[in-house]
């Protein structure tokens, strides 16, 4: 059973350009989050989808981020316009359910390294 | 919302336990303690979660308070593969699906 995959592993992106990550959940996985790391620190939530649906987005900035997570394909994390501040390391997780204060672990894939330069 | 407090880095000896120490003194009575560890900035791994009992698996045990508020996970013989930064978890946010990863502890297992 394949793991949480992401791609690309690294990207390289100019000021002002759009990035898009891609998340494939574990098999069986309807849950997926989105998780931003920037140098030195630890991860920060951004985003929680099921399908076709964002559940929580209260780590996402206001402008220029947007996740999905169609019917069908990966979820995507897309940033336009970037900015040097958006270098960072972009992780993934996947859950088979999940049940409020439940229980069911997140399983990380193995992340995207975004540089603007 | 609960949040953790570790130390920030831990040596230890190659071969001893590791005992890795977490503060969660706000936790609610439903809310599980996780573990992961991140390993030269790979994606975190899962190591062992629980509620309220001691849990064991291959990789570690986990030892919770009566009270809830601290917890340790015991590496019971660390291998230098073990050097990485260890996360104590607990879920946060409205949807109680946020992982709430703190700064974490760096722990170097010295030969």
């Known amino acids: 059973n394949a793991g949480v995959m992401q791609n690309p592993r690294h990207l390289v992106r100019r000021r002002g350009q759009e990035a898009r990550l891609r998340c494939s959940p574990m098999k069986g996985h309807s849950h997926v989050y989105w998780y931003r790391q920037l140098p030195e620190e630890g991860l920060k939530f951004m985003v929680y989808?099921?399908?076709?649906?964002?559940?929580?987005e209260s780590g996402m900035p206001k402008e220029r981020f947007s996740a999905e997570f169609p019917k069908e394909g990966p979820s995507i994390l897309r940033i336009q316009q970037v900015v040097r501040g958006d270098s960072a390391a972009y992780f993934c997780?996947?859950?088979?359910?999940?049940?409020?204060?439940?229980?069911?672990?997140?399983?990380f894939g193995p992340g995207t390294r975004l540089l603007v330069l | 919302d609960a949040k953790t407090t570790q130390p920030p880095s831990m040596d230890c000896a190659e071969g001893r336990a590791a005992n890795l120490p977490c503060n969660h003194s706000t936790i609610s009575g439903n809310e599980y303690v996780y573990w992961y560890r991140q390993i030269h900035s790979q994606g975190p791994q899962y190591i062992i979660h629980?509620?309220?009992n001691n849990e064991t698996n291959e990789m570690a045990s986990l030892i919770i308070t009566e009270d809830r508020k601290s917890s340790t996970l015991i590496l019971p013989h660390a291998t230098l593969r073990d050097t990485a930064v260890y996360y104590c978890?607990?879920?946060?946010?409205?949807?109680?699906?946020?992982?709430?990863f703190g700064t974490g502890t760096s722990l170097t297992v010295i030969p």
């Open positions: 978890i607990v879920r946060v946010g409205s949807s109680g699906n946020q992982f709430y």
């Open positions: 629980g509620l309220k």
């Open positions: 989808l099921q399908k076709e649906n964002i559940i929580d």
């Open positions: 997780a996947s859950s088979p359910t999940s049940r409020g204060q439940g229980k069911e672990t997140q399983y």
